[in-house]
């Protein structure tokens, strides 16, 4: 058995390779387990391809011509992918269908958690910590700067920002990802306001699968209709100052904008951190439930967060991309 890093994880056993997350298509006899549906973590395979359902419907809504053969995996399922590698796929708290694997060797485990959220959202649940000797955890916000409130307290301040602004007359527009947050953010303006948001074509794609697997959105598409609400919901990428400047004409009223993420951008909107991935407290904590005997750190601040973590947990941590296969095969 072997352990390979080009880009992403690869385990090799019995001549068959096992590509997590790949986002290249360049390795013969090999499946695909691919985590979500966000286009950072998959490319359009012709092989094999394990993921949770609502994960491949996702896909299928992205890509013009999917080549992917897929093969179901359910939460906390466990499956066999060889005779020596069990998998079972875990929430990961990320997006719409978005899991962890955990792989079970001859009596020793890896978890790989792709991105994942520990702490739980309007459309949701939390990723759990699970013991495991070998640990492959995402680093997107593995810096201490990055500090996230709870998020209901969030959600709080936020309604009453916007109900404040439509009280006094404003037209509100709202801006996250496409997939995943712009329906959380849906989910919030139901919940906290009671009202219908607009949204665009992209984020309605989306939104109608969310709804498929039960997370009951309301929304309306726009489509010349800007005046049915007063409240819009968009992708952060499109909202600039000249966007807001032509809104405020085309309403003759003024605006008020929000930007929701995770980094330190509002793109001429107010920014309010509200993120899919873990923050940096809550990736320590997670290392130091899950209690691995290694830790290799991916995506974002890998260097500084595999730092850290051999200095404040006492647990050896690597950025993946310094694997070594022999360190890793020492722990199976």
């Not at 094999?48 to 053969?69: G, H, V």
């Not at 269908?97 to 790989?112: A, P, Q, R, T, V």
């Not at 306001?193 to 969310?210: A, R």
């Not at 007063?230 to 309403?251: A, E, G, T, V, W």
Request: charged letters at 20%.
């Amino acid at each position: 058995m072997q352990f390979k890093y080009s880009n992403f994880l690869i385990i090799e056993d019995e001549g068959l390779n096992i590509c997590i997350d790949p986002t290249r298509n360049s390795i013969n006899n090999s499946i695909a387990l691919v985590s979500h549906a966000h286009t950072d973590h998959f490319c359009n395979l012709s092989k094999t391809t394990y993921t949770t359902k609502e994960t491949q419907e996702l896909l299928i809504s992205i890509l013009p011509n999917p080549k992917f053969y897929f093969r179901d995996l359910e939460i906390n399922k466990q499956i066999d992918l060889t005779k020596n590698i069990k998998l079972t796929p875990l929430d990961s708290g990320h997006i719409l269908g978005s899991c962890m694997f955990k792989f079970d060797i001859e009596n020793k485990s890896i978890l790989y958690t792709s991105d994942f959220n520990s702490n739980p959202s309007l459309t949701s649940k939390s990723a759990k910590p699970v013991y495991s000797d070998i640990l492959f955890i995402e680093s997107t916000f593995g810096k201490k700067i990055f500090d996230f409130k709870e998020r209901g307290s969030l959600y709080y301040t936020l309604s009453n920002d916007i109900k404040k602004d439509l009280d006094d007359g404003k037209f509100i527009v709202l801006g996250g990802y496409s997939l995943g947050k712009n329906q959380e953010i849906i989910s919030f303006i139901n919940q906290y306001l009671g009202v219908v948001p607009l949204v665009d074509s992209t984020t309605f794609k989306f939104s109608e699968i969310y709804n498929k697997y039960g997370k009951n959105l309301k929304y309306k598409l726009l489509d010349h209709n800007i005046y049915f609400s007063n409240i819009l919901i968009m992708p952060l990428s499109l909202i600039n100052k000249d966007f807001l400047n032509s809104l405020r004409l085309q309403l003759r009223k003024p605006v008020s904008s929000y930007i929701m993420t995770g980094w330190n951008f509002s793109r001429g909107s107010r920014l309010v951190h509200i993120s899919d991935h873990s923050d940096y407290k809550s990736l320590i904590d997670f290392v130091d439930k899950v209690n691995p005997k290694i830790v290799y750190t991916m995506h974002g601040f890998s260097k500084e967060f595999a730092r850290n973590i051999n200095n404040e947990l006492g647990i050896v941590a690597k950025p993946i991309s310094e694997i070594n296969q022999k360190s890793l095969l020492d722990f199976i």
